[in-house]
C-alpha cells in the first residue's frame, strides 16, 4: 500500500510519509516522546533513540518532503532561518558565497552579520545570469538563488545559473529557496540545483501556526553533512509541530492553485490600474523572464506573491495598507488567511535603504500575499483600498 513514485503530486501529498500504526490508523499519531527503549545497550527497539536526533513524526514529515521535491532526502528544521543557519555552517571557513541580491531579510541578515563573523563572506548581485562568471573565486563554494526574490518577484534561470557555477567546479553547492512558489509550483531539483530550501511556516504548513524550515537533496553527501549537523546543532522541530505541518501540505496543491488564480486576477487589474507605478508578478507576459517562469513554474503559473508601488510614495503605502478589509497588515506569506506588508518599513527594514532600492525595494512598495479567499471579495478589497490611499 502507499504511494509510487509515478504518482501525480496530488496524491504524493496524501500518502507520501503517511505511515499506519499497529491500530491501523487512517492518520498517524503524534509521538511526543522525547527517548525510546532499548533492548540492551546501544541497541533501540526500533530505529529511534532521541528525538533530537530523529522522530517518527518528524521522519514522517520529512519523507513528504523528499517527495514533493522529487529528491532522495528531506530534512526539517525549527525554522526557516534554522535551515539556512545550517547549511551556511556546514562551509568551511573562509568560504566565499555568491547571492541574488533581493533576498528575504531574515537571509540578509544571516549572511552580513553572522555568517560573515566565522569568516564566510558573501557578494550580493541582482543578475546572476550575467554577473556570476565574474563573481566566483576560488574559494567560492555555494551561490544562494531565491526565486522569485522576496519581494520584488525577480525569476532566475535556475538550470542556466546551475551551468554557470558547475562549469567552473562541480564543488559549487547551489541552494535555490522555493518558499514563493512552494513544491507545487516549482522543483529546482529538476533544474540542477542541489539542495532545495523552504520556510515551511509558509505555503507547505499553510495556515500560519506553525514555524519551520526545510530542505531537500539527492546529493548523498550533503545529507550526510547537514543531517549530521541538524543534530549537532539541534535546530529541530518538534513532534507535534511536524505533525502539523504534514497535515497542511496535503492540500497544498489546492490552495496553491487557488491562490495563484486569484493572484492571477488581482496583478492584471493592478497592471491596468492608473494608481499603481509598477506590478511585479511571474504571470504576466511583461515580467521580464516570462519565458523562464512558463519553464520552471507548473502551467506557467505566477504563484500567490504580488509586490506592487502605489503612487502617492510611503504615505499611500500606509493608507492603503491599513485600508483593507480582507487582507490582514501581518508579515509572514503563503496562509490560507491573505496577507500584505510594506517590506521597506516591516520584513526588510534592516537593509539600508541605498541597498533596498537597488534590489527594487522603494518605500511605496506592497507586498500582497494572496490567500484562497473568493477571488472577487479579494479584488474588491483591492480597489478600495487603492481608493482610500489617495485620501
Aim: hydrophobic share 35%; with cysteine; aromatic share 8%.
Amino acid at each position: 500500500m502507499g504511494y509510487l513514485p509515478s504518482d501525480s503530486f496530488a496524491t504524493k501529498a496524501i500518502h507520501a510519509g503517511a505511515h499506519s500504526d499497529e491500530h491501523g490508523s487512517v492518520i498517524e499519531p503524534i509521538s511526543l516522546s522525547t527517548t525510546f527503549r532499548q533492548s540492551s545497550p546501544a541497541v533501540p527497539i526500533g530505529e529511534y533513540e532521541y528525538s533530537r536526533s530523529q522522530n517518527p513524526n518528524r521522519k514522517n514529515l520529512e519523507d513528504a518532503i523528499a517527495a514533493l521535491e522529487n529528491a532522495k532526502y528531506g530534512l526539517a528544521f525549527s525554522s526557516g532561518s534554522a535551515t539556512t543557519a545550517v547549511i551556511l555552517q556546514s562551509l568551511p571557513q573562509g568560504s566565499h558565497v555568491v547571492s541574488i541580491g533581493d533576498v528575504y531579510g531574515g537571509t540578509h541578515r544571516y549572511f552580513t552579520a553572522v555568517a560573515n563573523t566565522h569568516g564566510v563572506e558573501t557578494t550580493f548581485t541582482n543578475n546572476l545570469v550575467e554577473d556570476l562568471p565574474n563573481l566566483i573565486k576560488e574559494n567560492t563554494k555555494l551561490v544562494w538563488i531565491e526565486s522569485p526574490t522576496n519581494p520584488t518577484l525577480k525569476v532566475t534561470d535556475i538550470e542556466y545559473v546551475t551551468k554557470i557555477a558547475k562549469g567552473v567546479t562541480k564543488d559549487i553547492v547551489v541552494v535555490v529557496d522555493n518558499t514563493f512558489l512552494s513544491p507545487y509550483l516549482s522543483n529546482p531539483l529538476n533544474f540542477g540545483a542541489d539542495i532545495v530550501i523552504h520556510s515551511a511556516t509558509k505555503y507547505i504548513n499553510g495556515h500560519s501556526d506553525v514555524v519551520m524550515g526545510v530542505l531537500a537533496t539527492n546529493n548523498d553527501a550533503l545529507y550526510e553533512r547537514l543531517k549530521y549537523l541538524q543534530n549537532a546543532v539541534g535546530a529541530i522541530p518538534s513532534p507535534f509541530d511536524c505533525w502539523m505541518t504534514h497535515r497542511g501540505l496535503k492540500t497544498l496543491h489546492l490552495r496553491s492553485k487557488q491562490s495563484s488564480i486569484t493572484a492571477q486576477k488581482i496583478a492584471e487589474f493592478l497592471a491596468q490600474s492608473e494608481d499603481v507605478i509598477l506590478v511585479n508578478y511571474p504571470g504576466l507576459p511583461t515580467h521580464e523572464n516570462y519565458e523562464v517562469v512558463k519553464k520552471q513554474h507548473r502551467g506557467g503559473m505566477g504563484g500567490g506573491m504580488i509586490s506592487f508601488r502605489v503612487k502617492g510614495g510611503a504615505v499611500s503605502a500606509a493608507k492603503f495598507s491599513s485600508s483593507t478589509r480582507l487582507f490582514a497588515l501581518a508579515e509572514s506569506l503563503g496562509g490560507v488567511e491573505s496577507l500584505l506588508e510594506v517590506p521597506a518599513v516591516m520584513t526588510h527594514g534592516g537593509i539600508p535603504k541605498e541597498q533596498r532600492e537597488q534590489s527594487g525595494v522603494f518605500d511605496d512598495l506592497i507586498r500582497l500575499s494572496v490567500g484562497i479567499e473568493d477571488t472577487d471579495d479579494l479584488l474588491e478589497d483591492i480597489k478600495q483600498a487603492l481608493l482610500a490611499s489617495k485620501q
